[in-house]
């Protein structure tokens, strides 16, 4: 899965209309696309060029459709009104497209670079949570009119747990490189917990099928510097048909933890109820015209499936030779990762009670 090398980067940008000279930087932290802040000493504008792994997103021009189809439904509706939905704009190529394909047939976009804007890496602020989460429940609250027909699939099966559960199956049987001898606590983990598979499978008839974000960590919704408020969800690739509990669940999974997913100190992780708190409020304010009560009941689950889905994809890479989390400093490092995630999952399940108590609280306030 390793892309073909790219021309220079004053190509990609002459191929966008800009032919100044410009310096680039790694931006974030994102495990799948190449993310650069392109910046000049002529231009007062700033930019922000992303790479599109089209492994893993084999239809790049599909994923850019979905992004315009939000906008034009946002924009339509006159669902500007919260500052969260003010999405990016992407600047064109010469010839008018989306997206530049380089001689390596790679596919680039760029958009402006919004000043006056910070993203965290780790919430150590209560208001960040509750801030997020209002963003990305507003962000499902506004998107819930958007006909599911509209939107591309942009990865199969992203939050198919039954398929997530198969191809670790299939890839510990054929451990292609004897680590499965190396990973038998955190396997027996992963069969311990696959009950949460086996309930969600019962779960999904009864639950709507909405468009949702699918990558709601934390990194993706920019805070203004000057009110500290969510100005713009993004990271909008995954935008596709899902369900809420998915995108809940990952925020439980991304905000709540003690320490982040690289922390290898499993003592260090545990799910923070007060910063819970804050963004089951968030969210629930947000999406209180629209959630059912089955996805309101189901909502810490999410946060325990979503965790238990993300170690084991981490476990399944380390198990198959690090092909998708290819990003890695040490050889064992997404075997690290399945531990902190279900270091975290244990948290949840020891603090579960008391989570559905906090969610029924808001749900009786609103
Ligand atoms: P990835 O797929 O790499 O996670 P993101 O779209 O989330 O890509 O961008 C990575 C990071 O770059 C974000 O967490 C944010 O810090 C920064 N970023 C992205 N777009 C913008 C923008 N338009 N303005 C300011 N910062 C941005
Ligand atoms: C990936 O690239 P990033 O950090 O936005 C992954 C998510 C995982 C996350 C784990 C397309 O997201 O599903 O939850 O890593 N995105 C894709 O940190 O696989
Ligand atoms: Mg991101």
């Known amino acids: ?80 009104t919260g500052e969260e ?10 010839e008018g497209e989306l997206l530049f394909t380089d001689s390596g047939g790679n596919y680039w976009r760029l958009n402006e670079f919004i000043p006056d804007t910070f993203t965290v890496e780790f919430v150590e602020d209560k208001d960040h949570a509750y801030a997020a989460a209002h963003a990305f429940g507003k962000f499902a609250s506004n ?12 990865i199969k099966n992203f939050h198919n ?13 054929r451990n292609p490189l004897n680590r499965v001898e190396l990973a038998q606590d955190e396997l027996k983990m992963a069969l311990e917990h696959e009950y949460l598979v086996h309930m969600l499978n019962n779960l999904l008839p009864k639950m709507l099928i909405r468009v949702t974000h699918n990558d709601t960590k934390i990194n993706n919704v920019l805070f203004s510097r000057n009110t500290g408020q969510v100005v713009s969800v993004i990271d909008l690739d995954t935008v596709m048909p899902g369900y809420l509990i998915y995108d809940f669940g990952d925020m439980v999974r991304t905000f709540s933890p003690s320490a982040g997913e690289e922390e290898i100190d499993l003592t260090k992780i545990e799910l923070r109820k007060s910063i819970f708190t804050a963004l089951a409020d968030g969210y629930l304010q947000a999406t209180h015209p629209i959630i059912s009560e089955i996805e309101s009941e189901h909502l810490v689950f999410g946060g325990m499936l979503m965790t238990y889905v993300q170690a ?32 975290l999952l244990n948290s949840i399940i020891d603090q579960k009670e008391d989570l559905e108590a906090i969610i029924h ?5 609103n």
């Open 312 to 343: 084991v994809r981490f476990l399944t890479d380390y198990i198959e030779g690090d092909v998708y989390y290819h990003k890695i400093l040490r050889a064992d490092q997404n075997l690290q990762r399945a531990r902190n995630q279900f270091a």
């Open 361 to 365: 609280q808001f749900n009786f306030q």
């Open 85 to 94: 939905l003010s999405l990016l704009n992407y600047r064109k190529t010469k």
């Open 143 to 154: 998107l819930s009119t958007l006909p599911l027909a509209q939107m591309h699939e942009t």
């Open 1 to 80: 899965m390793v892309l073909k090398p790219s021309p220079p980067f004053e190509d990609i940008l002459a191929g966008f209309g800009l032919n100044n000279t410009f310096s680039h930087t790694p931006l974030g932290q994102g495990h799948i696309n190449d993310t650069y802040l392109i910046s000049s000493e002529i231009e007062t504008k700033s930019y922000v060029l992303q790479r599109i792994n089209h492994f893993v997103f084999e239809r790049p021009d599909q994923l850019m459709e979905n992004i315009e189809t939000i906008k034009n439904h946002v924009t339509e509706n006159n669902l500007c």
């Open 161 to 173: 747990a039954e398929m997530r559960m198969s191809k670790f199956h299939d890839v510990t049987k």
